[in-house]
């Protein structure tokens, strides 16, 4: 199993600024990694797909990097509706999530 | 765009079978997609339970295998998740989604599920 561990676990920031969330692997998932984002009470929304692209409608803030083991998500200019829990998520021999890391407002 | 929506009882009893089903509309559960059941704990981070592809081909969580069953309905398009000997630790909000190139686009809104007696 791979084990995917992000940090920081929560995330104090103010809107406007920039939020840099990691996610490392615990061995090489080449470039198959997403970053989702999730908000009480709903469904997870998927922002990033292979490291790097963006999903159909996410706005050009976002965005990710990363291959191998080291992966980072970065929002840009954080907007009121960015405050949420991401999850970044790889599938090699089975589909594993990390544990999240919340952007809170500071 | 493909919807998804869950559907089951929201209350099982300890040591019974927790049974959802996930109706799929704008598009059909035949098309080459693996389907899929992902649970969150109150409170917790996302596990994925299982998928199950068009074809009838299905991968589990190895950590909940011998306790889950995922089928298709292709006339109803839809798919079904069964979990057996269920304990509270089972209780979670369960997800459907579709998969697409090992990534979920498509999800459908949960269900809480809680175990007890």
């Known amino acids: 199993e791979i084990v995917l561990t992000q940090s920081p676990a929560t995330l104090s920031l103010s809107p406007g600024e920039r939020a840099t969330l990691s996610c490392r692997a615990s061995q090489s998932v080449s470039s198959y990694l997403a970053w989702y984002q999730q908000k009480p009470g709903q469904a997870p929304r998927l922002l990033i797909y292979d490291a790097s692209n963006r999903a159909t409608g996410i706005p050009a803030r976002f965005s990710g990097s990363g291959s191998g083991t080291d992966f980072t998500l970065t929002i840009s200019n954080l907007q009121p509706e960015d405050f949420a829990v991401y999850y970044c998520?790889?599938?090699?021999?089975?589909?594993?999530f990390g544990g999240g890391t919340k952007v809170e407002i500071k | 765009q493909v919807q998804l929506q869950e559907s089951g009882p929201g209350l099982v009893k300890p040591s019974g079978t927790l049974s959802l089903t996930c109706a799929v509309s704008g598009g059909s559960i035949s098309s080459s997609n693996w389907w899929s059941w992902v649970r969150q704990p109150p409170g917790k981070g996302l596990e994925w339970i299982g998928e199950i592809y068009h074809s009838g081909s299905t991968n589990y969580n190895p950590s909940l295998k011998s306790r889950v069953t995922i089928s298709l309905d292709k006339s109803k398009n839809q798919f079904s998740l069964k979990l057996s000997s269920v304990t509270a630790a089972d209780t979670a909000v369960y997800y459907c989604a579709r998969e697409v190139d090992s990534y979920y686009p498509d999800w459908g809104q949960g269900t809480l599920v809680t175990v007890s007696s």
């Open positions: 998520q790889q599938r090699s021999l089975w589909l594993t």
